[in-house]
């Protein structure tokens, strides 16, 4: 029964293109058995292409896709162990909800008894007791979407694909439902790969996070490697690194306009970026012991549990969890440590 | 009361003045149905229980003859020829919807499937035949089906039909006909249900092990439903009544209830017998559809 929790995943060399437009360009990919693995990237940058291409929804240029041992490039979708949460749902609204769950075991015609024994599990595991006499419309969104869940897992499918799960809820769902995924994914063990733009969805929810951009994956990695070190200036963006300070190597580290920092890692460039998080850069009213520089605040936003401070020089913006209220003009000290600053590539 | 003010629909004004107004407005169509819709319809009724007097003029004298007739009993003993000839069109009727049907879900998928650009073109090519007379598109079938050209040729060919002869009239010419005056009519509602199909429960159906026939079941023809309804009542309706191309493609020997109705009201000239077919035609088209409405529900189901 388990046999479906030691497949790995393997994509190979894909190139996808629709007419002119090359919307994966060769990507190499692998993704583990058992690991909740996310593509993360802005819209149009292929990650929904490479999982329709996983589904069997869609079809390579070139390049194939390795399930186990299985070449499954060519296998249309309804003989794919692998099973979808739409984006929007696609529950079929002339059946309930029940049957809805069960359309998979029925499609597979697999013996009633056995079909109903999943479809109650699939039913408990996601709360669902109460609503399975429903028609589709009746549901909300957060309802629809567990729906949804539950029928693609009642099939116990080798991957779980999930597209852009959360983008139809509120964000206060959003938060709860991220959390859920993560739970389910853990008991269950099933490989899930989610695909989204969001970058807290990807932070809470995955062991692994393949960055995408302009059909490529930019940078795979843990939560924790792709948020604190950046490959690039796109990934620092679009995970949220405001800060971008133009640096020049020089001996044992870097100059910038906010002075030397000596860095672990010495860039290969000579003249290039380094980035320091908002939550990093340390304020304070007196001047630190060392690589303290003297800024003025901009303005400051109020966050609810903080304040963004914009601060000149360096353009710097500071997320700050102090209660102090700072005043656009307030003179304050500002210390980087050096073993936060992260230069990035090209 | 009535002259309590309301709000209506962001206006301020009286019930009384908005009866009389509502009045105003519907007393057209109301009296366009009542003067030649439901009188003449019950003048019908009438007229099916009158009497055909020796020169085919009407006697106002009650009788059921004209429904045993219908029924088959005359003085020579009974005869299944009137009854056939209606089964016979409920015959055709049901082959036409369906080979429409048939040849329209490809015809309307491949439409929306063209660039929005050509679609219209597509879709004006479908409206096309509605800018010829019915009765002229039923002559083009006579040269269609002509020893000359290939049908006719290929037909021989297969051995159907003795070298040199047309392919009319009979049941494949009547067939031939009917499918392409009624497939626009299928088409086009059809056409309007497939543009917006929701392609995800497509997908989704698929993502879940389905065959295609299961595809079609449970993912398109839910979806299409209505539009497939609309263009099996504009067919299925008009095709029972037809008497056009049958009379034309089919030869004297394929008789429709469409022929034996005009027969009545022409060269026969007896109305009352007329009108009772007319009314059996009406009676078995509506028995039709409620069969369709609680069928087609079955099948929704499954």
Redesign the interface.
């Known amino acids: 029964m388990d046999t479906h929790k030691d497949k790995n995943l393997t994509i190979k060399n894909m190139v996808k293109t629709f007419g002119k437009v090359e919307v994966l360009k060769t990507v190499n990919q692998e993704v583990r058995a058992g690991e909740f693995f996310t593509l993360l990237g802005p819209s149009g940058c292929g990650k929904t292409t490479l999982l329709r291409i996983i ?3 869609e079809i390579p240029t070139s390049g194939s896709v390795i399930l186990g041992n299985d070449d499954i490039t060519s296998l ?4 794919r162990h ?3 949460v ?3 749902y ?6 309930t909800i029940y049957e809805n769950i069960a ?2 075991l029925r ?2 015609k697999i013996n009633a008894d056995e079909i109903k024994r999943r479809v109650n599990e699939g039913i408990e595991m996601l709360r669902l007791e109460t609503l399975k006499d429903r028609m589709p419309d009746q549901l909300s969104g957060g309802q629809k979407q567990r729906v949804s869940l539950a ?2 897992l009642v ?1 116990e499918p080798d991957i779980l694909l999930l597209d852009e799960p959360m983008s139809a809820l509120d964000a206060k769902l959003r938060a709860q439902v991220q959390e859920e995924l993560r739970r389910l994914q853990r008991k269950l063990g099933t490989t899930f790969i989610m695909v989204t733009h969001d970058q807290d969805e990807a932070l809470v929810c995955s062991d692994r996070i393949a960055v995408m951009n302009e059909g490529q994956i930019v940078q795979c990695g843990t939560p924790e490697e792709v948020y604190d070190y950046p490959c690039n200036k796109f990934v620092a963006e679009f995970l949220g690194a405001a800060n971008m300070l133009k640096a020049k190597r020089v001996d044992g580290g870097v100059e910038t306009e906010l002075g030397f920092f000596a860095l672990d890692k010495i860039p290969d460039w000579n003249e290039g970026l380094v980035t320091i998080r908002p939550e990093w850069v340390k304020i304070s009213e007196n001047k630190p012991d060392h690589n303290g520089v003297l800024a003025t605040v901009e303005d400051s936003v109020y966050r609810g549990t903080n304040f963004d401070l914009f601060l000149s020089p360096g353009n710097l913006r500071v997320r700050t969890s102090s209660y102090k209220h700072f005043r656009t003009g307030d003179k304050i000290w500002i210390e980087l440590t050096a073993s936060d600053l992260v230069a990035l590539g090209d | 009361m009535k002259n309590k003010n309301i709000l209506w629909r962001g206006e301020l004004t009286t019930e009384g003045s908005l009866l009389r107004k509502g009045l105003a407005f519907l007393s057209g169509g109301i009296s366009w149905l009542m003067i030649f819709l439901v009188l003449p319809g019950l003048l019908f009724i009438g007229v099916s229980f009158a009497t055909r007097g020796d020169h085919g003029e009407l006697i106002w004298k009650f009788t059921v003859e004209n429904y045993q007739r219908l029924a088959g009993y005359s003085l020579f003993g009974w005869t299944p020829d009137y009854l056939l000839i209606l089964w016979r069109s409920v015959e055709v009727a049901f082959v036409t919807t369906l080979v429409s049907v048939i040849l329209a879900y490809p015809l309307s998928f491949f439409i929306a499937s063209r660039p929005a650009k050509s679609r219209y073109v597509w879709l004006t090519l479908i409206i096309v035949p509605f800018w010829t007379n019915m009765v002229i598109r039923t002559y083009a079938w006579f040269y269609l089906l002509s020893p000359e050209l290939p049908l006719a040729k290929l037909a021989t060919a297969l051995g159907m039909i003795p070298p040199d002869t047309p392919l009319y009239p009979n049941a494949i010419a009547v067939y031939l006909g009917m499918v392409s005056v009624f497939l626009p009519f299928v088409v086009l509602p059809l056409y309007s249900s497939v543009e917006r199909l929701d392609w995800a429960l497509v997908e989704a159906a698929q993502d879940l092990y389905s065959s295609k026939i299961r595809v079609f079941m449970q993912a398109i023809l839910p979806q299409t439903a209505p539009g497939l309804s609309v263009g099996i009542i504009l067919t299925f309706v008009p095709a029972m009544g037809t008497f056009v191309v049958p009379d034309l493609l089919g030869g004297s020997k394929y008789m429709l209830v469409g022929n034996l109705i005009q027969q009545q009201f022409g060269s026969s000239r007896d109305w009352p017998f007329g009108a009772a077919v007319s009314l059996g035609l009406m009676v078995l088209t509506m028995i039709s559809l409620q069969i369709y409405n609680r069928k087609g529900k079955e099948i929704e189901v499954l």
């Open positions: 589904a069997g929804l249309p979708a309804n003989k692998v099973n979808m739409f984006q929007s696609a529950l079929f609204p002339h059946l359309f998979g499609s597979r029928r693609a099939n």
